[in-house]
């Protein structure tokens, strides 16, 4: 084994090393920070489980205290509902606290990114003074080398280079960075590999893309959404109706002639307000965003992700997104008299100066098909690039001899300008090229079109698959292209969608997104340009891509650190199963609050009337049994489902109606039945002791 192996190997051992002690720190932190929010001003923002603080205290007071409140049960009976209330909470803030922790550490990983740098700031005078980056302010300009970091946010404005984006994106592989364009802007943090740049400095001190990162994924300070929002009222409201039942319990036991004793009434409270959902909401939440994180995909707001699950409409950009977006040379067609290798020929002296990718894939295409060319030909002349007015590049060879290759209704006119004749199969040919999906290039020399050019963008694999998912979602996809009706149609049938946008404008994606919008349905689209940002801004949810302009990233809600349009999908996807974990931990807490509510109330009454024996069908040993059992069982399931309330749960595409089901079937019956089983085994063991 040579000697890099070796070191490969030690670098993976330290990494694996420094994880696991990661992991066991931010355990520790987790289990500090469930003590530390036991303070009330934590508590009160949870009513509920604020509710079984007050449990606690109470508890807690009378048994140091039996005397002062007349308590007359037994003092082990006191002292054990005081321990299961606190383990209750500690548990409930264990969850919220160790869901913040995995967004605390990823903030500590991205904070190394933002360490003290220097960075070499253009005077007015324009000579470079080197200062702290922490001292730059918005509209600074600064010239950033090969080998330096980055100093802060901002758009170049002069350059072209290759920028290491792995500290902010985790991808090892640079990004090509230029002045003007989409692809202009860049992140603090970030590192040049080549070349140099000149950037003007887009933020202020604290205000950066990083440390808004750093912020967000802290989570600290997440706010609540508005179906948790919603939630939320709905828990309280019952907890509420309990408090009144419970409280005004004593004064219809007495006609029974039972006393209910203060932490009999605790722990029956308790058992019967939703604690469950109640202590694993909050994390519910922030962990829905940390998943999204660890996508690698910013958030702005839980908001956005919980949006991201109730879409409707998804509208995608056809290239880049649908399909690879390199549209390279498949086949030379010739046209009229001409051989395949007359047009391959003059294509590739055409081509022979053309750096862009349709160019390069010209003289691939040669290779592949063994065709030779006289390449000093093509490298001896003047060459044309390619310009928007003209929709046409070539080369003007030394002889006087004028080679063109572009869009074929702008080679056509250039022909007849020149006097020249239009064979009848260009047309024929060129919509056959177009109705495949493909993008035809004419090649001609002076007065004489020798044949069309089949460039073809290629539907990326698997996307069918996706969309035939999405629709099974009850998701709309609408593709937006600036291709022809026809070429947009062949994409649109190949990829799958539902729907799409040719010749398509900024204005034309504001208007489908309006139109869905006014029909009811929330819209999400994808985008990275400043024209985008509009219909960012409109979309409900708006992902911009990382490598897009610094306009496209403001309007959006969520930022894609790996400049993956298709990553909207699986955004989607996780939004969704954020709904669905809230949604069944919801109705397996309101059912346990069912089966609790057949184990307490029987065994407590079942002394006083003893017709209610008829109802203990889980036969428990003795009312106070009865009460620990469920308990304990209320402060156990806690812990048990915190991994589902991290992890979430699995999604698969289905129909409302088939998901109620499937919630019902294995969150309704499955949190009736736990409890049924879970209270007896627990009842059984406490007679042991007692």
């Known amino acids: 084994m040579g000697k890099s192996h070796i070191y490969i190997n030690e670098q993976e051992n330290k990494l694996q090393e420094g994880k696991n002690a990661f992991n066991k720190e931010m355990l520790y932190q987790a289990i500090k920070d469930s003590f530390i929010k036991l303070h009330p001003k934590s508590m009160i923002h949870n009513p509920i489980m604020f ?48 869901a913040e922790g995995r967004g605390k550490a990823q903030a500590a990983s991205l904070k190394q990114s933002k360490k003290a740098s220097k960075a070499k700031k253009v005077t007015e005078k324009g000579n470079i003074q080197t200062i702290l980056s922490s001292d730059l302010r918005k509209g600074d300009v600064v010239v950033v080398a090969q080998g330096d970091t980055i100093p802060s946010d901002g758009e170049i404005i002069e350059g072209i280079a290759s920028v290491d984006e792995s500290a902010i994106t985790g991808e090892s592989a640079p990004v090509l960075k230029e002045a003007g364009g989409d692809f202009s802007s860049v992140t603090g943090g970030t590192k040049v590999v080549s070349d140099e740049i000149k950037i003007r400095i887009t933020s202020d001190p604290g205000e950066s893309f990083l440390d808004r990162m750093i912020s967000l994924v802290e989570g600290a ?62 994390a519910i939440g922030i962990a829905g965003m940390d998943r999204v994180t660890k996508f690698n995909v910013l958030a702005m707001s839980g908001k956005a992700v919980e949006a991201a699950g109730d879409v409707n409409t998804i509208i995608l950009d056809k290239t880049g997104t649908i399909t690879f977006g390199n549209r390279l040379a498949y086949q030379f067609i010739p046209v009229g008299q001409h051989k395949e290798e007359v ?16 160019g390069r894939s010209v003289l691939q295409l040669l290779d592949q098909k063994n065709v030779q060319y006289d390449k000093k030909l ?7 690039e390619f310009k928007a007015e003209t929709r046409m590049s070539g080369i003007d060879l030394l002889d006087g001899r004028k080679v063109r290759k572009g869009a074929v209704d702008s080679i056509v006119e250039w022909v007849k300008s020149q006097g020249g004749t239009i064979p009848e199969d260009v047309t024929l040919n060129r919509d056959l090229i177009a109705s495949e999906g493909g993008t035809p290039l004419a090649v001609a020399v002076d007065n004489i079109v020798y044949g069309l050019i089949y460039l073809k963008d290629t539907v990326k694999p698997g996307m069918k698959e996706r969309f035939d998912k999405l629709r099974k979602m009850g998701i709309k996809t609408v593709m937006c292209t600036g291709d022809n009706p026809l070429t947009a149609a062949t994409i649109a049938k190949e990829a799958g969608v539902d729907d799409f946008i040719a010749e398509s404008k900024p204005e034309d994606k504001i208007a489908v997104i309006r139109r869905e919008q006014a029909n009811g349905k929330l819209v999400a689209m994808t985008g990275d340009g400043t024209n985008d940002a509009p219909a960012l801004a409109q979309a409900d949810v708006g992902i911009a891509m990382n490598s897009g302009t610094i306009a496209a990233k403001e309007a959006a809600n ?21 709904l669905m974990t809230r949604g069944a931990l919801t109705t397996f807490s309101i059912a346990n609050d069912i089966a609790k509510y057949f184990a307490i109330i029987p065994a407590m009454f079942m ?3 003893p017709e209610m024996n008829a109802l203990n069908i889980m036969n428990l040993h003795s009312p106070m049994s009865a009460v620990l059992a469920a308990l304990l069982f209320n402060a156990l399931i806690i812990p048990l489902l915190i991994p589902l309330a991290m992890k979430g749960v699995s999604y698969k595409p289905m129909s409302s109606n088939q998901l109620l089901k499937k919630n019902l079937l294995i969150y309704g019956l499955g949190g009736i039945a736990v409890p049924f089983i879970g209270i007896k085994l627990i009842d059984m063991i406490l007679q042991v002791f007692f």
């Open 343 to 358: 047009v391959a020929e003059w294509a590739a002296i055409s081509s022979a100066q053309d750096e862009t990718p349709e």
């Open 607 to 609: 002394v006083a009337i």
């Open 558 to 578: 969520m930022i894609d650190l790996d400049s993956d349009p298709t990553k909207l999908i699986e955004v989607v996807s996780i939004g969704k199963q954020l």
């Open 221 to 282: 300070e997440r706010q609540k959404t508005p179906n948790e929002i919603a939630l939320n009222t709905v828990l309280t409201s019952l907890t509420l109706i309990f408090v009144i039942v419970v409280v005004t319990l004593p004064f219809f036991s007495r006609y029974l002639g039972i006393q209910l004793e203060i932490p009999m009434l605790i722990a029956l409270l308790v058992c019967l307000i939703p604690t469950t959902i109640g202590g694993l909401l909050s």
């Open 378 to 384: 093509g490298l001896s002349g003047q060459f044309i």
């Open 51 to 98: 509710v079984v603080e007050i449990g606690f205290i109470l508890s807690l007071l009378i048994t140091i205290f039996p005397g002062v409140f007349g308590s007359e049960i037994e003092p082990w009976f006191n002292v054990s509902v005081t321990l299961i209330l606190l383990f209750t909470l500690l548990f409930a803030n264990f969850a919220e606290a160790i």
